[in-house]
């Protein structure tokens, strides 16, 4: 699949083994069998590709070829595989803040915390952080990026603030990519804090938040 040039390694989940077998006859007899065990299954072939990888670790490949005499030769290759999961978004909270992110149930900003990993690939995968926020009721987000988050395989706790209307519920989603998959975790910010709340009209109220027509 290409990744052990970039990796260094083969890659579970991603990788396959490409397996041939080549034996050497004795005294002229013909192969009679093959038997290959790799990647958790046996194969029949000189020649195979196996399945994506299910294992990681220092993994071997056990090859048995049998002519028609009934003699039997042996031989073995081990190969590394990375280890590899999804990006994983861990946490994502947001709350209601003040400008600078002192929190405020009746702040006119919203604070975004939050942490994830990415699995390294010997430190030859990439991370990629974005935050994106709107209104419950707009039809697109404002995307944010992380720079300074770039290529970080464990981000624990970061936090970024931005204005808020009081009056409005926000839609908030973090998504961490990597080279091969996107991880994303979503969640709601809150109006502002009140006790009580009627629309203007009078036709509704809320309890606890500002009263939004949706």
Known sequence: MGYFD????????KSKFKVTVT????QGSAIASYSTYANGSTYS???FT??????YGTLNINATVKDKRGRTGTASKTATVLNYNAPAV????VNRCNEDGTENEKGTHVKATFS???TPLNSKNSATYKLYYKKSTASTYTEVGFDSLKNNYSVSNASYVFEADTGSTYDVKLTITDNFESGEKKTIASTAYTLMHWLASGLGMAIGKVAEKV
């Open 6 to 13: 970039t990796y260094g390694a083969y890659v579970k989940g």
């Open 23 to 26: 034996p050497t006859t004795a």
């Open 45 to 47: 072939s000189a020649t």
């Open 50 to 55: 196996t399945g994506v990888l299910i294992y």
């Open 90 to 93: 861990t946490l994502l909270k």
């Open 116 to 118: 994830g990993t990415v």
